[in-house]
Antibody
Framework: EVQLVESGGDLVQPGGSLRLSCVGSGFAFRTYDLHWVRQSPGKGLEWVSGIRTGGDTHYSVSVKGRFTISRQNDNNYLSLQMKNLGPGDTAIYYCARAGASGWYAFDSWGQGTVVTVSS | QSALTQPAAVSGSPGQSITISCSGS????????LSWYQQHPGKAPTLIIF???NRPSGVSPRFSGSRSGNTASLTISGLQSEDEADYYCGSYVSSSIRWVFGGGTSLTVL
């Protein structure tokens, strides 16, 4: 069974930093692109960042320069380092996989981890 | 404002069919990579349609996708109570290497 399990969400003050983690199991981790997608309270989905199998990284305009995505294939580990956080970053952050159903669709999702940015 | 536009809400009675539209304002959106996601309250989204009209293994054939020009559609036939959820379309924007989503459509099964 494919599983993605996120952790690291927390309450953080504006301007602060946080690192989110995602561990995958049940599939060949290194052969899939991986992404972070967030959902603000009561709002829709927003793509945040993605990392390809070869290590190429991509970011949304709203987080570029503040967030860093990385992966450790040997440990089936994906992370998102977030800096200079603001209230607009408050959201559930989902780890998602792409590649099983085309390379541009997110075919498996974690349960999400909650990030709250507030003083 | 989302790059993809969906109706905020649709409704239908059990057994009926409904269609949710998804249209883009950005000419760079790769509509051939349009996907649909279902999200029940408090749960993570799940993929139900990818590349406009393809269903992942295990997804009910009651869900179908189509596209005409810059508008994609999700049709749910034979509505069931468990179909009540939020539905999001999403697509890849090749020119800027990013993904975008619609604002979501809340489906109510009357």
């Amino acid at each position: 069974e494919v599983q993605l399990v996120e952790s690291g969400g927390d309450l953080v003050q504006p301007g602060g930093s946080l690192r989110l983690s995602c561990v995958g199991s049940g599939f060949a981790f290194r052969t899939y692109d991986l992404h972070w997608v967030r959902q603000s309270p009561g709002k829709g989905l927003e793509w945040v960042s993605g990392i390809r199998t070869g290590g190429d990284t991509h970011y949304s305009v709203s987080v570029k320069g503040r967030f860093t995505i990385s992966r450790q294939n040997d440990n089936n580990y994906l992370s998102l380092q977030m800096k200079n956080l603001g209230p607009g970053d408050t959201a559930i952050y989902y780890c998602a996989r792409a590649g099983a159903s085309g390379w541009y669709a997110f075919d498996s999702w974690g349960q999400g981890t909650v990030v709250t940015v507030s003083s | 404002q989302s790059a993809l536009t969906q109706p905020a809400a649709v409704s239908g009675s059990p057994g009926q069919s409904i269609t949710i539209s998804c249209s883009g304002s950005n000419s760079d959106i790769n509509y051939k990579y349009l996907s649909w996601y279902q999200q029940h309250p408090g749960k993570a989204p799940t993929l139900i349609i990818f590349d406009v009209k393809n269903r992942p293994s295990g997804v009910s054939p009651r869900f179908s996708g189509s596209r005409s020009g810059n508008t994609a559609s999700l049709t749910i036939s034979g509505l069931q109570s468990e179909d009540e959820a939020d539905y999001y379309c999403g697509s890849y924007v090749s020119s800027s290497i990013r993904w975008v989503f619609g604002g979501g459509t809340s489906l109510t099964v009357l």
